[in-house]
């Protein structure tokens, strides 16, 4: 199982596994602020064990981890929070209908749908590939989690760098917007409007580093590469 765990900002680490029944990395992050662990997204609970081995070769054990936050309801975001024991998770309550039993305890159902969270982060509802789905800036480090608000499913990564200016990526996912909004059955099928509106809350924010649910962490000029997408509404 191919994973990469590295730190892409002062206290901020990204998790890349890739997922071979997926055929895509699925990613998961841990921010350390204020004394804090917080895990934002999980992993499957399958693939949990390669997490919490890798953050252990860190000095850090799964029991560290203080806080846990979804970025939105899918397996691959929630599945190995099974395993973090007593801690506090968030996620929003619109995406409660996701969230199976054996996790309804762990999850406090209150990130706002704008405004602070745990340290301080900034919690925006996207809403678009969940109805609760969020994004989560930590101002600090200028880092964007944007959960599969964007994403690069089944893109390898290039040279095995987990951050990248993805200038590849970058422009096939423009490609990708483009395509969908010149489709008007694509548009209302998939709530065209509603990703432009996302795009448009993550583009409030200064963002240097964006961290998104699949592959590679994009570095520079994301408000830049945002605006782009913003021009085929």
């Known amino acids: 199982m191919k994973t990469y765990l590295e730190e892409i900002a002062k206290d901020v680490y990204a998790f890349l596994l890739w997922d ?10 841990l921010l350390l602020e204020n004394n804090h ?5 999980s992993g499957k609970e399958e693939h949990s064990g390669f997490l919490y081995s890798a953050l252990k070769s860190k000095g850090i054990s799964n029991k560290d981890i203080t806080h846990f936050i979804a970025t939105h309801g899918h397996k691959d975001h929630i599945g190995g929070a099974h395993f973090l024991g007593e801690i506090e998770g968030f996620i929003h309550n619109k995406d409660l209908e996701l969230i199976p039993e054996n996790l309804r305890n762990l999850l406090k159902m209150n990130l706002p749908d704008n ?26 480090s200028k880092v964007l989690f944007c959960g599969d608000h964007i994403c690069f499913f089944g893109e390898p990564l290039k040279g095995n760098n987990v951050v990248d200016t993805g200038k590849l990526e970058r422009e096939k996912f423009k490609q990708f917007v483009s395509d969908w909004s010149q489709n008007e059955d694509m548009r209302k099928k998939h709530n065209f409007h509603l990703f432009i509106e996302g795009l448009r809350a993550i583009n409030k924010f200064d963002v240097e580093y964006l961290c998104t649910g699949h592959g590679v ?17």
Not at 217 to 231: C, H, M, P, R, Y
């Open 20 to 29: 071979k029944s997926w055929n895509s990395y699925n990613n998961c992050y």
């Open 37 to 41: 662990y917080i895990l934002i997204d």
């Open 115 to 140: 405004g602070s969270t745990v340290s301080n982060l900034e919690c925006v509802l996207l809403g678009h590939h969940t109805i609760g789905s969020v994004s989560l800036y930590h101002r600090k």
């Open 217 to 233: 962490v994009l570095k520079g000029n994301i408000n830049g590469f945002i605006s782009d997408l913003l021009a085929f509404e």
